[in-house]
């Protein structure tokens, strides 16, 4: 949701920063490495019942990931192993904000949604993994009510007001169920009108012909040895009592 709404709208906002980052010469894979030790940081705060700390490092784990992109841009450092690192840091970002949520919920005897916290982190990691799947496929995968950015305000929103912790914790993952849904059926749609979608349906459909041929052959032989064999053993039968 977040990208089809206000990513353009954050980008420009985020462009005169990344600009007067590049004129100091700061490196995208910098700003990309210290969100990352940001919401690791945090993530551990968290764990230990540091909220208040793990809101303000969770803070500092977003902002460098907000201008790492835009830093890129301004720079025309943009590159595919940019590119890979910041999508290995989001993915590890988001395993080590789960993990501290689940373990402080666990720790303060709340298994119910500690295991819930945990079971967020597997649904962000499957919708992270139909976008990169269905990208290198050549299939659009964005959108979605729960992406990468709503479910960090929200769990951080929620790291900032905990008593409403578990209520957030229920959104990110009814939000999440959903957003898989909805990306499976978009991409699902995709392929299905896919040329070599199309092509393996054709040659499917040719293949069901050739076998009800094959079968209606074999059915039609299987009937031709039959009835043979019935004449044989009625003439068989009629010599036999001519014989007596």
Do not use: C
């Amino acid at each position: 949701m977040f990208d089809g709404n206000f990513r353009m709208a954050v980008d420009k906002r985020t462009a005169p920063l990344g600009r007067l980052l590049a004129r100091f010469g700061v490196s995208p894979d910098l700003l990309t490495g210290i969100g990352l030790v940001g919401s690791i940081a945090a993530a551990v705060a968290i764990g230990y019942g540091e909220l208040v700390l793990g809101a303000v490092l969770l803070v500092l784990g977003i902002v460098p990931d907000l201008l790492d992109g835009p830093l890129a841009k301004a720079a025309q450092a943009s590159s595919k192993r940019g590119a890979f690192f910041d999508s290995f840091a989001d993915r590890v970002s988001d395993l080590a904000v789960f993990s501290g949520i689940g373990i402080y919920l666990l720790l303060k005897g709340d298994p119910t949604f500690g295991v819930l916290s945990f079971l967020g982190y597997g649904l962000a990691s499957l919708i992270s993994y139909q976008r990169a799947k269905a990208e290198s496929l050549g299939f659009n995968a964005k959108g979605g009510l729960m992406e990468r950015a709503e479910r960090v305000l929200l769990l951080l929103f929620g790291v900032i007001v905990p008593v409403l912790l578990q209520v957030v914790l229920v959104v990110v993952v009814a939000g999440s169920i959903l957003t898989v849904v909805q990306r499976f059926v978009k991409i699902w749609r995709q392929a299905s009108h896919h040329p070599d979608r199309l092509q393996a349906a054709s040659r499917m459909q040719n293949l069901r012909r050739a076998n009800r041929r094959r079968r209606s052959r074999a059915r039609s032989s299987l009937r031709g040895f039959l009835n043979a064999y019935d004449m044989r053993n009625f003439n068989g039968r009629k010599g036999g009592f001519r014989r007596r």
